[in-house]
Nanobody, 118 residues
Framework: QVQLVESGGGLVQAGGSLRLSCTASGRTVSYDMGWFRQAPGKEREFVAAIAWYSVNTYYANSVKGRFTISRDNARNTVYLQMNSLKPEDTAVYYC????????????WGQGTQVTVSS
């Protein structure tokens, strides 16, 4: 099975930036990839996604204009560049992947903590 590992989380002040990385142990060139997050006491929510062919990206309204998702298929890695971070962005961020033909994400990373201080 495809194994996803996130990295790049940490503590940052409001207005700062972080870049999350997600690397797959198996090839995911034909996979749609996404980022989700779960804040304390909240349900998991969608953050961003990128199609396997890379040119199409999607963002939650809460992060649109601040976050950028990208992928490097040669390195089997997807990134989430997070700028202008807000305290409400604090959450565990999860990388997810699925075959482009599937509706639901089937592979998930272990999560990386992002904490934004005010």
């Amino acid at each position: 099975q495809v194994q996803l590992v996130e990295s790049g989380g940490g503590l940052v002040q409001a207005g700062g930036s972080l870049r999350l990385s997600c690397t797959a142990s198996g090839r995911t060139v034909s996979y749609d990839m996404g980022w989700f997050r779960q804040a304390p006491g909240k349900e998991r929510e969608f953050v961003a996604a990128i199609a396997w062919y890379s040119v199409n990206t999607y963002y939650a309204n809460s992060v649109k204009g601040r976050f950028t998702i990208s992928r490097d298929n040669a390195r089997n890695t997807v990134y989430l560049q997070m700028n202008s971070l807000k305290p409400e962005d604090t959450a565990v961020y999860y990388c997810a992947g699925k075959l482009a033909s599937l509706k639901e994400y089937t592979y998930w990373g272990q999560g990386t903590q992002v904490t934004v201080s005010s």
